[in-house]
Structures are given as C-alpha cells and as structure tokens.
C-alpha cells in the first residue's frame, strides 16, 4: 500500500515532463495529419493491433485470436517489433529461432502457430517489403503493437484499452500511461475494451460507450479474459487448477493482476515472484525460483507461469525437468455475444480489400 502510494506521488510529482511529452506527440501526430511525414501504404490487407498506452492491454491474446481466425481462410503472417531480443534489424523465424533472437511475443505465435510466418522488425516500413520477398504467397499481415507507428498506414486498427485503466482516465507518460494522444482513437476502425469483469451488464456497457464516445463508423466491443486448462512447459500434460494446490507464480509481464485474482478464486495460496516486463531469466532466476519453491511446506504445489513466460524459460530444460512448472493460456472471450459481429468485420475487410 505504502509503496502504491510512494509510486504515484513520485509519478505526479513528473507532470512537467508529461506535458513536454504530450506537446512532443502532439506536434508529431499533428506533422502526419498534415501529411508533412509521410505514411506509406501496401498493396495487401494490413490489420494493426495496439494501444494508447504502455503497459498490458492483451495484444498478444488478440493477435493470436487473429491468427486462430484467420489461418484457415488466408495465407496470413505476424510481424512485431521483437522487444527486448538481443537481435536487431529484421528477421524471420525459422526452426531453430529462440526468444533472445526475435522477442518473447513473437516467440510465444512462433511456437503455437509454426506454420505461420511470424517476423520481427524496428522500422515496419522496411520490415513489410522483406517479409513480403521472403513469403511473395502472403495476404494478410498483421501487425503487432504498431498503432502509434505512423509511417505505416494499416487498413483495420483494432485499439485496446484496459477496463481497469481506460485511455480515457489516463493521463500521459511518466505521470501515467499513455504513449499516445487520447485523440487518436478516433483514428481506429474498432474498439476493444479488454479485461472486463464477465458479469459486466448492459447498463455499464452502455455508461462506458458513453464516456468512450467512438465516432461514426467506429465499432465498440468489450472482452473479458479467459483462461484454458494448465499444460506443463515441457511435456505439456494438461492440469486443472486445484484449489487445495499452493501456487509459486512467476511473472515476467506487465499486468498480472488478472492471475492473482485467478489464483485469489483457485488456489488454497499462492506466492508471487514478479520480474520486470519482458525480463530475460538467467540461471540465478531458476535458482531463486527453486528456492521459493521448497520453501512452500505444501506437498501439494505448483509453479505457475504465462506463455510470454514460459518462452523466456524453457532454455533452462535440463533443470524445469525437475520440476512441476505449469503454463496457463490466456485468451479474449467477448461479451454480449459479439464475438461473430468482430469476426464478420475482420474477415469482410480481407475479403473486401482492392489493391490500388
């Protein structure tokens, strides 16, 4: 509490920097408005995914629901930037491809999805020209975490913002979250509210449409998450949650708030060790995490870890062979019955797309 506390008085004491940034992004969007830099268009489908802020909105979960969607209907890819990979410039993956050469996300579609073409890359605009050359068969690319990149113009923007921290209620970076203008939403085809609690009623939906006020033409959806059924991070046995299991959770991601309500609701306990956003484990992590383990009296106990995770772990496959770590898929589960109407549109405007 105290810290929470110390956190957010020393983030409203940065204010004077938050307005320099927002007068730096202001004068940068306004620059592409009036089309004195540039945005550069492609002959194919372009589906954009991404926020206003940093931190987690579920990006990654909505591009593989993209993915899921689309793979059997198109000959789609994936291109990201690679955060936080040892790499640079752009790349695609391939079947020896770790994490620390394309980024943990990218990784993480790489390995559900190995038949996709999943590529990384800083500048998108360069980016899309060597992807196309390397997979000419493409028709669709989407594009991850790429809405604030403007040199790119996608064809379908779909926005998320967080139902706990709304771009609306947010304010700009380092006093709060946004990286971008509150404006620029109106610059998106789709709206995703995400995370949202599964008994959301219409009158709250109707209150939060109101206060996102999306324009003409914009189309307005609500998400909550889901989780799937645990599988080992190794031989992917699948296990159910167990609610007299003690849980050792091991997070690397920028919101775990969602599992530790999952574990509040599933577990008898549960121990937390949190890592900064896309940290790179070490081996002294796997001890520290060993550690914590035995520590745990409990016979009947687990390590838990996301996906994004479990990428960034498996390296150390000699020694999680040793021990019972579980892996938990995320997923967006759309509310109000709106999940067909989401899919109608995505696929329509592949269907409907006319090269110039």
């Known amino acids: 509490m105290f810290s929470n506390f110390f956190l957010k008085s020393f983030r409203i004491l940065l204010l004077p920097f938050s307005l320099l940034y927002l007068a730096g992004i202001w004068v940068r969007n306004k ?13 194919l489908p372009l589906i954009c995914v991404g926020n206003l802020s940093v931190g987690g909105t579920g990006k990654s979960p909505m591009v593989e629901y993209l993915v899921t969607l689309l793979k059997d209907r198109f000959k789609v890819a994936t291109l990201s930037r690679g955060y936080k990979r040892k790499t640079k410039g752009y790349a695609l993956a391939g079947e020896k491809t770790t994490a620390l050469e394309i980024g943990d996300e990218p990784m993480q579609f790489h390995t559900k999805f190995p038949e996709v073409p999943v590529a990384v890359g800083e500048e998108r605009l360069v980016a899309i020209p060597q992807l196309l050359h390397d997979r000419p068969e493409t028709e669709a690319i989407i594009l991850d975490d790429a809405f604030q990149h403007r040199s790119v113009k996608a064809g379908l923007n779909i926005l998320l913002t967080d139902y706990n921290n709304l771009f609306t209620r947010d ?36 209150k939060l449409t109101k206060e996102i006020n999306p324009q003409p033409g914009q189309h307005l959806f609500f998400t909550t ?13 699948e296990k159910r949650m167990d609610k007299e299991a003690e849980v050792l959770l091991v997070t690397g991601i920028a919101n775990p708030r ?12 549960y121990h937390m060790l949190q890592y900064a956003d896309h940290h790179i484990f070490t081996i002294d992590d796997l001890r520290d995490i060993t550690k914590e383990f035995e520590k745990i009296k409990n016979k009947n106990k687990v390590i838990l870890t996301t996906e994004k ?31 067909e109407q989401f899919d109608t549109l995505v696929t329509d405007f592949i269907n ?5």
């Open 31 to 43: 620059l592409f408005d009036k089309k004195v830099l540039k945005s550069a268009e492609f002959g």
């Open 171 to 206: 304010f700009y970076l380092p006093t709060g979250d946004l990286r971008d203008l509150k404006s620029s939403y109106r610059r998106t085809e789709i709206i995703v509210v995400t995370k949202c609690p599964r008994t959301l009623d219409v009158a709250e939906k109707q």
């Open 225 to 237: 998450i889901e989780y799937s059924r645990a599988y080992h991070i190794l031989t992917r046995t």
């Open 258 to 269: 969602p599992l530790k309500k999952l574990l509040e609701e599933n577990s008898y306990a």
């Open 309 to 339: 995770d479990a990428v960034r772990l498996v390296k150390f496959s000699e020694e999680l062979s040793q021990l019972p770590v579980y892996v938990v898929p995320v997923s967006h589960r759309f509310l109000f019955n709106e999940g």
């Open 352 to 356: 409907n797309f006319k090269k110039d």
